[in-house]
């Protein structure tokens, strides 16, 4: 599979997370991702994206940075904001920690069960940027058995 | 997302299709509390995801939120329907814990 990549920057509103699942689904459909691995990364991007919208910009205006690239049968997603950062990285990953009533603090949790690697980096008052990348089952696979 | 309530006796069916994220949990919210809020027989609430494409952690967010507006009536929550990348999401999440999932309507509606 050659390397390819898309950079895409949009604003942060709740209706542009669906939006980014669409774009991240179809550039991951270039690799072998069984339906079930399509479906996690959906929900990671979904994670990531919600994250920019409600902490970072705290649903004011601002830009979201999606940066996706395939190399080596690997697909990267960046998610990048110019945001309030976040202050205590380890209490944000807490699971089930959460700033609003009406949210379960799985984000993170979903982010690092559902892809292979996940960072953070963050600087309050800076931004944030996720990293994520996964690699279809199958094409790990076939380099085990030599395929 | 889109949401269709009726009640039969005391339990609330709410058949979800679409997405259910940050964008459409307000309104899955705001459509089942307005509903609860309108009549206090309600006492359960049964999720059909027969036709749900998508749920995040939003999503979930919001269910649990519905669960305690219930556990205030002595109610339970359900779930009918669920395919399986959705169980795994409420496996994680802990969900389980205060929502029952039965394989349709019908058994769900015998449990209650």
Known sequence: ?147 | MKLELRRNGTTLIAQVSGELDLSTSPAFREQIETKLAEDQLIQHLILDFTEAEFVDSSGLGAILGRYKTLAQRKGRLSAVNVPPHLHRLFELSGLLKVMTIYPSLQEAQNKI
Not at chain 1, 89 to 111: H, N
């Open chain 1, 1 to 147: 599979m050659k390397e390819n990549y898309l950079k895409v920057t949009f604003p942060s509103l709740p209706e542009n997370v669906s939006l980014s699942r669409v774009i991240v689904a179809s550039f991951a459909a270039q690799l072998d991702f069984t339906l079930n691995e399509l479906e996690e990364i959906r929900v990671a991007t979904s994670e990531a994206v919600s994250n920019c919208v409600i902490h970072a910009y705290r649903q004011t205006s601002g830009e979201i940075r999606l940066e996706l690239k395939i190399k080596d049968d690997t697909l990267q997603i960046k998610v990048l904001d110019q945001g309030c950062g976040i202050s205590d990285l380890s209490l944000a990953k807490t699971p089930a920690y959460s700033t609003d009533p009406e949210r379960m603090g799985l984000g993170l949790i979903f982010m690092e069960s559902f892809m292979d690697e996940m960072t953070i980096e963050s600087e309050p008052g800076q931004g944030t940027q996720v990293y994520m990348c996964k690699k279809p089952e199958r094409s790990r696979s076939d380099h085990g058995t030599g395929q």
